[in-house]
């Protein structure tokens, strides 16, 4: 089994940066996709961007391309979402998903196994 826990979230005023980070604590991470998804109130799950742990390829929504940078951490067994030029509609809560690497990357949400609890992010003045 793999828990999956986030961390970084908080309030950030618009144009701010803000980094998330996934811990994987269970399973190394070498093996599989990681995934950053988030949730605004009232709104579907939608996916945010993510990453190939063994080959490194990354893949954003292109609500975030260019804002948003996913990159390892192999010393903590983490993925780091790096976050700037904030906007209010980024306002969500934000998890990070794990699922052996497989095709198609991305994937449906449905298909992704493992999760995290979450964490807020606002972004107001």
């Known amino acids: 089994q793999m828990q999956l826990v986030e961390s970084g979230g908080g309030l950030v005023r618009p144009g701010g940066s803000l980094t998330l980070s996934c811990v994987a604590f269970?399973?190394?991470?070498?093996?599989?996709?990681l995934g950053w998804f988030r949730q605004a109130p009232g709104k579907e799950r939608e996916f945010v961007g993510g990453?190939?742990?063994?080959?490194?390829?990354?893949y954003y929504a292109e609500s975030v391309k260019g804002r948003f940078t996913i990159s390892e951490d192999n010393t903590k067994n983490a993925v780091d979402l790096r976050m700037s030029s904030l906007n209010p509609e980024d306002t969500a809560v934000y998890y990070c998903a794990a699922d052996r690497e497989t095709d198609p990357f991305p994937r449906p949400i449905r298909d992704w196994y493992y999760w995290g609890q979450g964490t807020q992010v606002t972004v107001s003045s």
């Open positions: 990453i190939r742990w063994n080959s490194g390829a990354t």
């Open positions: 269970g399973r190394t991470l070498s093996t599989y996709d």
